[in-house]
């Protein structure tokens, strides 16, 4: 069955680092996108990064812009979101998300979260 695995994820110190990784198995991974996504308590899930199935176009949210690295490794399928100069405002958890490639007009896209992993930015 499909399984979005995320790790990574702990209490960091504003400033600090923290590398993120999302272990996919259960579906042709290298014809998924991948994103990340977060969710502070009382907001709503934010979209966080995302990159295209060959790894190209690597998109950020304005907030994270310079500071966020997303990347990916098909042959290992996993995708990660490498994070620096992290701030409090960074504190939420963090999702994996997939999306497949459309297909028809007429079919769903695929689209698989996993559990998420908790980031929490703090002195």
């Known amino acids: 069955q499909v399984q979005l695995v995320e790790s990574g994820g702990g209490l960091v110190q504003p400033g600090g680092s923290l590398r993120l990784s999302c272990a996919a198995s259960g579906f042709t991974f290298s014809s998924f996108a991948m994103s990340w996504y977060r969710q502070a308590p009382g907001k709503e899930r934010e979209l966080v990064a995302g990159i295209a199935s060959t790894g190209g176009n690597p998109n950020y949210a304005d907030s994270v812009k310079g500071r966020f690295t997303i990347s990916r490794d098909n042959a290992k399928n996993t995708v990660y979101l490498q994070m620096n100069s992290l701030k409090p405002e960074d504190t939420a958890k963090y999702y994996c998300?997939?999306?497949?490639?459309?297909?028809?007009?007429?079919?769903?896209?695929?689209?698989?979260w996993g559990q998420g992993t908790q980031v929490t930015v703090s002195s």
């Open positions: 998300n997939a999306k497949g490639p459309f297909r028809a007009a007429w079919i769903p896209r695929e689209n698989y």
